[in-house]
């Protein structure tokens, strides 16, 4: 038998392999309020620009402290290159639409949109990764499924941006890409470079892109942009995202991201406290087929994941 072998900095697992509670609960609450945060941010900064500095500062963190720990050595040119594809893909791709949805929807609507991610993911797993798909999945994956799209037909004629939302979609296919290739390319480093080289390639990749297509002289540094850059940075970049790479480490692609099951409800409930958005009769109807789906998703049986073998 192989032994089990542990990747630094990775959090020990549970006796059912699944992850602590404490875990879930800090990834759940700061991915889910990323979305109301960063649109107070949005209102004093151009949103490509601003998670452009947002990754630059959280990944240059995180890249600094790999380095001072001696975690950078032996990443190899294939490590560095598929963690900074990976980055474009969950940073620059998938937030980059995310924000800009954000300038013509609510922060509600693109949570539920965006946390959508589950039911594809485990769609696309059964393909890529050959994850076992059963008929309790199948009925999760059309249960999640048309609860979004429920919500979003009832937004269509509630005000939202078709655009906005077509972008939201997009974005929502953008990070099932990046769990995807992350469970097959990713090399087996700690967390901490593994998220600081992803978070800063997405910030160098999405910086010339946010310069071309918009007007740094909108940038007004002010108390709210502030807050919001800070909490986004350190919050949800620096902690949120490496309790999400911890979350993938440990688990099958469908299983983490089943954990997005609790973000459409955190996230309406931050849009309403942090931006006063009302929340729609259909976005509470949806939710309902939605979580039913992912729970279905998540507890339907799944093989375990086999550890690999230590490299020499």
């Not at 620009?49 to 294939?78: D, E, I, P």
């Not at 279905?296 to 690999?308: G, Q, S, W």
Request: glycine share 12%.
């Amino acid at each position: 038998m192989v032994p089990r072998t542990r990747t630094p900095g990775a959090v020990p697992a549970t006796p059912d392999g699944g992850a602590p509670a404490a875990l879930v609960i800090l990834f759940c609450l700061g991915w889910s309020s990323a979305f109301a945060v960063g649109k107070i941010g949005i209102q004093s900064c151009p949103p490509l620009l601003f998670l452009s500095l947002r990754f630059l500062l959280a990944g240059g963190a995180l890249c600094l402290a790999a380095a001072v720990l001696g975690q950078l050595r032996g990443l190899g040119l294939r490590g560095w290159t598929v963690l900074a594809l990976l980055g474009v893909l969950n940073n620059s791709l998938y937030l980059g639409l995310t924000f800009a949805a954000l300038e013509t929807v609510s922060s509600g609507l693109v949570t539920l949109i965006v946390s959508a991610n589950p039911v594809l993911t485990a769609a696309a797993a059964t393909l890529v990764l050959g994850e076992a798909m059963s008929a309790r999945k199948t009925l999760g994956l059309v249960l999640g499924m048309a609860g979004v799209a429920f919500v979003v037909r009832g937004r269509l004629g509630g005000g939202d941006d078709p655009t906005g939302i077509a972008l939201a979609l997009g974005a929502a296919v953008a990070m099932v890409a990046g769990t995807l290739l992350f469970k097959r390319l990713a090399p087996r480093v700690p967390v901490v470079p593994a998220g600081g080289v992803q978070i800063l390639a997405g910030g160098l990749a999405l910086l010339p892109v946010g310069l071309a297509l918009e007007d740094p002289e909108l940038l007004t540094v002010d108390t709210p942009f502030l807050l919001s850059l800070g909490y986004m940075a350190f919050v949800v970049s620096v902690g949120a995202h490496l309790l999400w790479f911890l979350l993938l480490q440990r688990s099958t692609a469908t299983a983490a991201s089943a954990y997005h099951f609790l973000m459409p409800p955190l996230g309406l409930a931050f849009g309403w406290l942090l931006l006063g958005e009302a929340a729609q009769p259909w976005d509470l109807a949806g939710i309902v087929p939605v979580a039913l789906g992912i729970w279905l998703v998540t507890r339907a049986p799944t093989a375990a994941l086999t550890p690999a073998p230590a490299r020499g």
